[in-house]
């Protein structure tokens, strides 16, 4: 009773939310959510002094405020209070990419409340001592991570008896690189007294061939057989099942209870009854005919259940159902975690070529803009100085030719038309009717008036190319934006080797805000043009019929009889 009573106060504890910002100092923090839940990974029983790798990009954390070095980087608790043994693998802040890992005492079972919190952004900050973040239960954790030299265990320094290679894009960082060759460790390292129990994770990623021996210590053997894993201690062997090439796999092997067990990317793929678990020690070796890469490798004696092998390959690949994470700052925190404004990640993440497409966008936009409001304003005055002149000329009877300006006709295009008629029908000398113009003074005359109609016609369209511009180059640029900042995006990702879906998803959501930018410019832009250019063509027309109508009723009443 007492024990679940325990158990039920950690995982409220647990469950609480942050009540206050860990230290004021710290300007910035990412909230990283563990989802053991059937929503999430779902695991049965509680993990303890699990080390997980945090994944620090772009869209988690800003390296502009964090320190170059990541000497402010700070991991703590879900309570908010409690810090944690990290380690930094790497803090590349020019790709904009972080790998730490850290311990994490209790991973409560199916539950969405198990959080952490990376602080960062303190330029006073310094680094603190190394703490120890693998448990005494691990005997041995390599991550590859050095850049040159022999692999070195992250646990107790044991190093390999030569310097390996290295692949710079590796799983999580850079790993270990084989072609055939073994690369071994003095005996010492790995020491496991008969009856003992063994926990074995690591990665692999053979090439076509997968073939060869991916770790020998002491009785153990795992290695692939004509494209199976195969698990050998002693006389027992255990099929594994196949293993993709040119794929990351997660291989793990559990002895104890009595049993050996084998599991490849979380699931176990075979067991066998084991009587007595034997000794282990001396020299150990990965590889041997393998070629391929290998990372994440652990060695471990305490007993690990199947929710331990389904946890570490879900935290190691980056599931998205396990892992979340979110940016917050200190004006966010209000005592529960608040995501940052996606917007924000999207601005933050933006390129340089895509800052250059996004501003000329910005100058069409307002192009666009000035076009569409100064030409709606004087297409919406000539519409009404037209009505107003029109129905001035059809009530006009004796005074045809001698509508006086007015005011309410200054911006109508017919009066000017009508302008143009007295001007040229003046100038042919007309005072009475009956006595007047000629059939063909009445032509060139309509010719004259027609040519001030095409200037006029000119005038109604002028910069309306502006419009058509921003809407057939508005989404070209926008993709032009997207296109290269994707590019960018992926060609960095390579260049770290950091693949998994967090750090890419950033770079190409703000790359895809280019295309959203030209569509913004081109969708009012065609709204526009489309409403203008319905009211300039029906101006138009009336200028067409006004033209002929003026003409019609200058020839009846002055035509020459």
């Avoid at 910005?362 to 037209?386: E, H, I, Y």
């Avoid at 998994?500 to 703000?510: C, F, L």
Wanted: hydrophobic residues 50%.
């Amino acid at each position: 009773m007492a024990g679940r009573f325990a158990s039920f106060l950690l995982l409220f504890l647990v469950a609480l939310p942050a009540s206050a910002w860990w230290n004021p100092d710290w300007t910035q923090r990412t909230r990283i959510l563990l989802n053991t839940s059937s929503a999430g990974v779902e695991t049965r029983e509680a993990l303890t002094d699990v080390v997980i790798p945090v994944r620090l990009h772009s869209g988690n954390i800003d390296f502009v405020t964090a320190n170059p070095d990541g000497s402010d980087l700070r991991l703590i608790a879900g309570d908010d209070k409690t810090p944690l043994a990290f380690a930094i693998e790497r803090f590349d802040p020019t790709n904009e990419l972080a790998l730490v890992w850290v311990r994490v005492p209790t991973v409560l079972p199916g539950t969405d409340r198990n959080v952490l919190y990376a602080y960062a952004g303190n330029a006073k900050a310094r680094a603190e001592p190394a703490a120890p973040v693998f448990d005494d239960a691990t005997r041995a954790a390599f991550h590859f991570g050095e850049k040159d030299g022999p692999a070195t265990d992250s646990k107790a320094g044991l190093k390999s008896s030569a310097p390996v290679t290295r692949e710079a894009n590796g799983l999580l960082g850079s790993s270990l690189r084989l072609a055939g060759d073994t690369v071994t460790w003095p005996a010492g390292g790995v020491d496991i007294p008969a009856g003992g129990a063994l926990a074995v994770s690591l990665w692999i990623r053979p090439e076509k061939t997968a073939q060869g021996v991916l770790l020998r210590l002491g009785p153990l053997q795992l290695a692939l057989e004509a494209g199976k894993l195969v698990a050998k201690l002693g006389t027992v062997a255990i099929d594994g099942g196949e293993v993709a090439p040119a794929t990351w796999s997660h291989v793990g092997v559990a002895l104890g209870g009595g049993k050996l067990v084998v599991y490849v990317d979380g699931k176990a793929r075979g067991e066998a009854a084991v009587a007595t678990a034997p000794a282990f020690g001396g020299e150990f070796a990965a590889g041997g005919g393998f070629e391929g890469q290998i990372d994440e490798l652990r060695i471990g004696t305490a007993l690990r259940g199947a929710d331990w092998f389904r946890f570490e390959h879900a935290v190691q690949s980056a599931d998205a159902k396990l892992v979340a994470s979110t940016t917050e700052t200190a004006d966010s925190a209000d005592g529960a975690a608040e995501g940052a404004s996606y917007i924000g990640i999207l601005v933050k993440n933006l390129t340089t070529d895509a800052w250059v497409v996004i501003a000329i966008l910005g100058v069409m936009f307002v192009v666009a803009v000035w076009v569409m409001v100064t030409k709606a304003v004087f297409v919406s005055r000539a519409d009404k100085a037209n009505r107003r002149f029109l129905q001035a000329f059809r009530k006009a009877r004796e005074n045809l030719l001698h509508l006086q300006k007015e005011k309410a006709f200054q911006h109508s295009p017919l009066y000017r038309l009508y302008e143009a008629g007295l001007r040229e029908l003046d100038a042919r000398d007309i005072h009475r009717p009956g006595q007047g113009i000629t059939a063909s003074s009445l032509n060139a005359v309509k010719a004259i008036v027609d040519a001030d109609l095409v200037r006029e016609t000119h005038d109604l369209n002028a910069r309306m190319v502006l419009l058509t511009i921003a809407i057939s180059g508005g989404p070209f640029l926008g993709l032009l934006g997207t296109v290269v900042g994707v590019m960018i995006t992926f060609a960095a990702i390579a260049a770290a080797g950091d693949v998994n879906v967090n750090a890419i998803a950033p770079g190409i959501a703000a790359a895809l805000l280019a295309t959203v930018a030209g569509l913004a410019v081109a969708i009012p832009a065609l709204f526009g043009y489309n409403y203008l250019a319905s009211r300039i063509k029906r101006i138009s027309s009336d200028l067409q019929i006004f033209v002929d109508e003026f003409v019609a009723r200058v020839d009846e009443r002055y035509g020459a009889r």
